[in-house]
């Protein structure tokens, strides 16, 4: 058995967490021997009443059997040991050392050394979770209890505490060790008392329903339909025989009595959202003891929100599936095809299609295959199918409109032409992402047309005509934008956007250059596979030029390498940033509209905001109050999705913005739009790195660390504010108002940062010329 000893000093924190702001919240419970039935309970109550909620938890012990840990982590996935120090307390003066109440209280204290987390709500171990606890995750601020039952507002209940940073912190359990020690406290629980000595009335009170405590049930009332958390306290505990009077609570106690078989039932058959690490944890051992083939459907689906497409793969493969269950076929095709099991996948959609509720989606994964194949024929085909099953089907749209709208091009001669992997965005696609290709071929040259560039898209197939053509030509140019993300066309050929097999890459025999791509994984979101780490090392070893956007994407990648790989990875801005210098005859506007642009993504949400989301729509609704007397507030929409804000700011608070569809215009019409506004604040990172590029000031909403990163390669942190900040409408608004007070010294600001990454572009590029011969 590993555990950690608690020391209560804080690890250095080198997760995506400190570079986004996003909140670190976990439980904590105290858990020995003779509380582990009570505790196993908590757990699988917590799971059963909370479906979609999933934190870490930690277990602060003095010592616990391998066998006892064993069942705890059978029954949540993401438990964290941690011994606690006995000797800490024996200096406290009242109380019974040797009592196992007293020692469990004082043990509990150990929770406010936790340095490692933003909110740490503590459960105590006889206590059964029976409602949402949604209401307890979003709170901010102070430390939150229900005051106790019996002895008025003034002091707290211990059994349910919700502690923010501030509390957990070395000057408050300064505070706690002297009043332990004087003894200046009241015999009341030992934590409790010396808590409400420490904070003497002051805390968030909480309605009742979050802690019951028992002693309201006396004479065998019901349990009240709202409670939240009903608290066991006293010594007779359900576990050990329960006491008189207390039947209906103890009932509700006893439901989650059960064996884990029968749990994992129960939370598979449960309604309501489900969390990602919950349903696999508890799903795959149901799988496997059932072989029921809706639960494996689940936990596929699960698995391929994440990005674990080879373990959803195995999870359906596991399981026969009836040749009329459609959607695990469609899931099944799904998951099959994310690994480039091209031939299988086909045949499980196939099956899907023949399902009228299913077969719209089933056609548009089909056609998707097709075009991954070069067969636009055969993907129209399939769209057309999709669209006649369900004519609003939008994928299905899109797919038909690429592929019979794909006119002959003329090019020009092979030996003139450098080839260029990129990430051509479809119609309605993603502002950021369209402008991409041409902004980088800027960077060689003005010509970016067909003359000079040969396109080849990073989500077919690279095959062996692809390989051949690329090799008629100068060279490679493989960017920019974030094309190592593992969810973005996934497939099993190289791990990232790239579909691109490793025997095929290694065939390439003209130079390849690397420009300018972003190591894109989001906060919580990670690359598993030995295949992405296979693929990246070798593109290193065979490319000629491997230049990435920012310094947190060279550290990243630089971590999967080898050492005599390492230095070959050097820093390339985004060519959007330096936009004003590459664009032919461009001129800064001689005046600008009064207007403000914001923008908010909504990919990954639950990624992005965490349970932050309602908190972020409140600050934004302060800010944009406050900046709309200063310029007119609009928002700007790269893809259709981030027009949800001004829905959202509409329905919940009564702002109305102007919505730009961005995603409807061309590339032109992009750079103009954000050179002409005076500031934009924006959460996609090209919504912060195309307007800098054309000289316009910028403040970034982070929710993703390469926000972070671009901020500290320009050298202005500062202009960055995280969705998750406690603060957030207060410190946009101080922080837009500063750069609207003196624009003109904020522009130049802008256009100084931009001229040191124009000097980096400018190195490379005398490199890049030696490279290709040109």
Known sequence: MTTTTFSGVAPADTSTNALTGKRRIAFASFVDENYLPGFLVLLRSLALSNPGVCEDFIVLHDGLRPASVAKIRALHPRIDLRRVDAERYESYAKGDQDNYLVRKAYFILDVFRIRDYDTVITLDTDMVVLGELGDLLKLREGLAAVPQFFYGQ????????????????????????????????????????????????????????????????????????????????????????????????????????????????AYMSGGGTTHHDLLVHYGTPHVARTGDVESARRVALAHIGAGEFEDAVRVLSSVHIPVDSSWPHEVYGHALMSVSRYEEAEAQLLLASSA??????????????????????????????????????????????????????????????????????????NAGDKLLPESVRLTFGEDTGNRRWHSVHAHRLFDEEALERVNARRGLVIGGGGLFIPDTAPNGNSGWQWNVPDERLNRIDVPIVVYAVGFNAFDGQSYRAARFHSSVRQLVERSAFFGLRNHGSIEKVRALLPPELQDKVRFQPCPTTVTRQLVQGWTDPAVRENTILINAAYDRAGLRFGHDYAHFLAEMAKAIKALGAHAEVQCVAHSLDDEKIAFDLRRQHGISLPVIPMYDFENDEIRDLYARTKLVIGMRGHAGMIPFGCGTPIISLISHPKMTYFLSDIGRPEWGVSVHDKNLGAVLTERAVGLLDDHAASVADVHARQQELWKITQANASDLRVILGA
């Open 356 to 429: 009228p509720n299913r077969a719209a989606t089933a056609f548009s994964r089909l056609a998707q295959i097709a075009w991954i194949h070069n067969d636009d024929t055969t993907a129209g085909d399939y769209a057309m199918e999709g669209l006649r099953v369900d004519p609003t089907h939008r994928a299905n749209r899109l797919m038909r409109i690429r592929t019979s709208a794909v006119p002959a091009q003329r090019e020009g001669a092979p030996e003139d032409q450098l080839a260029h992997v990129a990430f051509y965005m479809p119609q309605q696609g």
């Open 154 to 265: 003034h002091k707290l209940n211990s059994g349910l505490l919700v502690i923010q940073k501030e509390y957990l912190s070395d000057e408050f359990c300064a505070r706690i060790d002297a009043t332990g020690r004087s003894g200046d406290y009241e015999l009341d629980k030992h934590d409790q008392g010396i808590l409400n000595a420490v904070l003497d009335g002051d805390f968030v009170q909480l309605d009742a329903r979050f802690n019951f405590v028992k002693r309201r049930l006396s004479g065998d009332k019901e349990v009240p339909e709202d409670t939240a958390i009903l608290h066991f306290t006293g010594r007779h505990k359900p576990w050990q025989g329960g006491e008189a009077g207390y039947s209906k609570g103890e009932d509700r106690w006893r439901e989650y009595v059960m064996s884990d078989a029968e749990f994992h039932a």
